[in-house]
Structure formats: structure tokens, C-alpha cells
């Protein structure tokens, strides 16, 4: 992992809690994990939190497997351009399986070439100043991570877990890399075609406190019975009333906002599961696999297939 002065400390702490804990679950290969940076010595990261004892890069070693790089504020950024990093990168790519980010990590493989041509991520935030400092870059900016071997990428912060878990999993199996995340009590494992952010949460910054409730329970439970009527009665509105209101508050009507979680729904039953695409509708909230069709069609001009096909656990390994 590769440090510097402003460096994000979870981009970081993240990653290499992974890596050190997939040592506990019976891994078949052991992980020698190093930090490093481009002097070594203490690292002072952007929250203040010093880490000792990072390694120059003149003492690491030669047959490094995975090289992952640190986001971080704009101005430690700037600061490593003169270290000599990139060369060292590019040197790197011939003898390392891995090289990847993490968050704004991504510009410095950016600038270094590595990624001109290649799929990538970065945070959502940032992925406008991407597109103008690397246009070489095929910028995914909805993606919690990017495999395009050799280089792995991912979104902010804790979306270096989700990144590192899959490598583990890649590693030594879906086992080892699950007992990994039950330790850290993460919520879910985010495979790596997901949204960065959900259409529940896009809509919950701007609604008013009586609609959020509705909001999180239509998201919770897409396919539970969301007509206009039903929604209308939740919250004791006519369904006038109720269509202008949640039109006015959260930008959309509820209809596409229904149709909106249930594809997030779909998209993480396909990314993580091999369920039949009917059943995968029937889960969801569509009433047939035609519905569930046009509504991808509609909102990622792809279908179901070739969205488990691009983004399903196997085709991320």
C-alpha cells in the first residue's frame, strides 16, 4: 500500500486490514503486506493520524504481487509528481500481477499512462476533473471498483474494501474473502458493477422527513405493492396530492422512482447471484422478464444479460 503526506487514512487502513485478516481464515497464501511511500518514515494523513514506519520504495522488494495506491487531498497529490513515483510505476508494470487504486488514487496511475485505454473508476466527485485531466482514461463512474487486469481501480474510500475483498476472493476463495468481511461487520459485500450511490439515497437528500420513511421502505422492499393508490394511503394523501407532492420534493414521479429501486434491486441480485432472469424479475418487483427488460433498456441501455455478463461476480474474478 503507498502512502503520502495527505493521504485518505481508510484508503489505506482499509485495504491492508483485509489482506492482514485473510492471514486468520486459512488462506492458501500467506500476504506479506508493506506501506510504503516515496521517502518512507511517518506518513501524516488528512485526518491528522500519523502512521510510522513506512518503507521508501528503494527498500522494497523485487517480486511485489500488488502495488495499491492511496487517495487523498488534492495538494499530497501534487506532491508526489516530483518523487519519481511515476517512473517507478511504469518500471513496476512488467514484474507486479496487481497494480490499482484507491479513490483519487486513480490520477496518479492516470498520469503515469497506465490506465490510457483502460476501464477505470475513481470517486464519484471526481470523475468530471478524470475526464478533463485524462480523457485517455474509459472512465466507468458508477462502478464501486474496475477489474481491467493487470489494473484494478475503485470509487472512494471504503470502496478500497469492496476492491481488496475481491482480490482475496480471487485468491483464495469466496470463503476465506466472506469470513474476511464478517470480521469487519460490513453490512454486505459490494460487488464491484454496483452504483456508487442508490436511487434511494440520491432522493433522500432532497425529500422533506415525511417522504423519507416511504422512500427507504419502497427501497428496502421493492417489489412489495407500490401502485400510486397504496403509496397515496401510506402517507394520507390523495393520489393527487400525493403525485404533486413527491414530484415537487424528490424530482421525479413515484412511478420512476418504484421502477428506479427496483433496478438497483436487480442489478444486485444479478451481480451477485446465478438466479434465473425470471426469477431475478419476480424478485425485484417486475411483473415479467419483458418489464424487467425494458426498464434496463429504459435506464442503462443494456439488458439483464448483458448486465450480469459485464457485471456478475464470475466476469470480475
Known sequence: ????????????????????MANNYGAPIRYDVFLASPNGGEITTNSGLRLAGSLPFADLPENLDTIL??????SGLQAMRPTGILEWLRLRRGSTR????????????????LLD????????????????????????????????????????????????????????????????ARNLVLFMRRPGGQTQ????????????????????????DPSGDHTLPALAARVGMTERTFSRVFQKDVGTTPAAFVEMARVDRAKALLETSEWPL???????????????????????????????????????K
Do not use: K
Not at 496487481?98 to 503515469?112: D, N, P, Q, T, Y
Not at 480523457?135 to 476492491?163: H, K, N
Not at 442508490?198 to 432532497?206: I, K
Open 69 to 74: 495506491i492511496g487517495g487523498g487531498s488534492e
Open 117 to 180: 485505454g483502460r476501464r477505470a473508476t475513481t470517486h464519484w466527485e471526481m470523475c468530471d476533473e478524470m475526464r478533463t485531466f485524462r480523457p485517455q482514461v474509459r472512465l466507468e463512474p458508477d462502478a464501486i471498483f474496475v477489474a481491467d487486469p493487470p489494473f484494478y481501480t475503485s470509487a472512494g474510500v471504503t470502496a478500497g474494501i469492496d476492491l481488496c475483498l475481491s482480490l482475496v476472493e480471487a485468491d483464495c476463495g469466496a470463503s476465506v474473502a466472506l469470513a474476511v
Open 1 to 20: 500500500m503507498i502512502g503520502y503526506d495527505g493521504v485518505q487514512s481508510l484508503d489505506l487502513a482499509g485495504p491492508l486490514e483485509v489482506f492482514s
Open 197 to 220: 450511490y442508490s436511487a434511494s439515497l440520491n432522493v433522500q437528500a432532497t425529500a422533506t422527513p415525511r417522504l423519507r420513511v416511504l422512500i427507504a421502505e419502497i427501497s428496502a
Open 278 to 316: 425470471a426469477r431475478v424479475a419476480e424478485r425485484s418487483g417486475f411483473g415479467s422478464l419483458d418489464a424487467l427488460h425494458r426498464a434496463f433498456l429504459r435506464r442503462l441501455n443494456a439488458t439483464p444479460g448483458d448486465y450480469r455478463q459485464r457485471f456478475g461476480a464470475v466476469s470480475l
Open 98 to 113: 496487481r497494480i490499482g487504486s484507491v479513490c483519487s488514487g486513480a490520477f496518479v496511475l492516470a498520469e503515469s499512462g
